[in-house]
């Protein structure tokens, strides 16, 4: 069972460059997240998505892409990355009806380490 | 919208102190709620959770919480640290739609 599976694990870009972070959940989870994590700000939420077809924005969302074809996938696009834009990034999925009716907890990926010069 | 604040950013204790680490929410509606642990180098990994009940809950560990609805907090306790508990604790909040909501952190460093 391999859970939440990101790639790639580092990735250094310069500025104005374009890539996408992929995650992979292989639990059926209905629910699929980005979030960046930087120093004593925590996690912030940049897209999420309740479904296939469905994606709705975060408390940081600009300058980041997201598409949900599948149940499974929920790639993360950078169109033009900034410096601003290093951090280092975790996908987590739950399920919506994980325990007794309630939202479940978040499993996150092992992360993706970003650095942009 | 829902916001979660933890206390204290930093923690430093002795083996076999005991831990407790504030979390205070603001959310008008039905939550549930979590604590997490990253580990260095690590992703985050469910410590505990609260969805209704008995709000003294029990995690991994010998960490508990409690949930206290009039204060709108969900402190975190361990009655007494190990080396290995030296990590990142981030207590965050749900709903029912999925979003998730975490607080800034706190780094607990034990000294053995």
């Known amino acids: 069972n391999a859970g939440v599976t990101q790639t790639p694990k580092f990735q250094v870009l310069k500025t104005g460059q374009s890539m996408t972070l992929q995650c992979a959940q292989d639990?059926?989870?209905?629910?699929m997240s980005w979030y960046r994590q930087d120093p004593g700000m925590g996690l912030r939420l940049i897209h999420y998505?309740?479904?296939?077809?469905?994606?709705d924005q975060g408390e940081v969302p600009n300058g980041y892409n997201v598409s949900r074809s599948t149940t499974e996938d929920f790639p993360l696009r950078l169109l033009s990355a900034a410096p601003s834009q290093t951090s280092v990034y975790f996908c987590?999925?739950?399920?919506?009806?994980?325990?007794?009716?309630?939202?479940?907890?978040?499993?996150f990926g092992e992360g993706s380490r970003l650095t942009v010069l | 919208a829902q916001s979660v604040s933890q206390h204290n950013h930093h923690v430093i204790l002795s083996e076999a102190a005991s831990l407790e680490l504030g979390c205070n929410y603001s959310?008008?509606?039905?939550?549930?709620l979590f604590w997490y642990v990253q580990y260095p180098g690590q992703h985050l990994q469910l410590l505990l959770k609260?969805?209704?009940?008995?709000?003294l809950v029990k995690g991994i560990k010998g960490f508990e919480a409690e949930f206290i609805k009039s204060k709108f907090s969900f402190n975190l306790r361990k009655p007494s640290v190990q080396w290995s508990d030296t990590a990142e604790y981030f207590c965050a909040v749900n709903t029912n739609a999925g979003k998730s909501t975490f607080g800034d952190g706190t780094t607990l460093t034990v000294k053995p």
């Open positions: 609260y969805f209704s009940g008995d709000p």
């Open positions: 959310y008008g509606g039905t939550v549930n």
């Open positions: 639990m059926n989870h209905e629910y």
């Open positions: 987590a999925s739950l399920s919506l009806l994980g325990d007794r009716g309630h939202t479940g907890e978040l499993f």
């Open positions: 998505s309740v479904g296939a077809g469905i994606t």
